[in-house]
């Protein structure tokens, strides 16, 4: 069984850094292999960000984050990280990770394993 845990939310000033960490359990012998971060606002669907293919590495970002966002993995696959560099106040959300077979990574459908989220606030 595969568990998910974010760390890291907080509150910051715009233009800030925050770096989120997600503790992977159990993946090993799973065979999922796009991990990937998504944000949901209140009122709003959940917004896939960034994603990797962990084999590969392959990255992926969504067009508001490009650039500013950096989606990263342990070497040992125990963790998966997203480092934000000049932070919006419209970052702000709670950011989920996700782990699943493959498919169109921003879609949530396409993910099995969720962890429980960490809210990251953007002052202005």
């Known amino acids: 069984q595969i568990r998910l845990m974010e760390s890291g939310g907080g509150s910051v000033q715009a233009g800030a850094s925050l770096r989120l960490s997600c503790t992977v359990s159990g993946y090993r012998d799973s065979g999922l292999y796009l991990w990937t971060w998504f944000r949901r606002v209140p009122g709003k669907e959940r917004e896939g960000v960034a994603s990797m293919l962990v084999g590969s590495q392959t990255t992926y970002y969504s067009d508001s984050v490009a650039g500013r966002f950096l989606i990263s993995r342990a070497d040992d696959f125990s963790t998966m990280s997203l480092q934000m560099y000049n932070l919006k106040p419209e970052d702000s959300a709670v950011y989920f990770c996700?782990?699943?077979?493959?498919?169109?990574?921003?879609?949530?459908?396409?993910?099995?394993?969720w962890g429980q989220g960490t809210q990251v606030t953007v002052n202005a």
């Open positions: 996700a782990v699943g077979l493959g498919g169109q990574w921003w879609r949530d459908e396409n993910y099995d394993f």
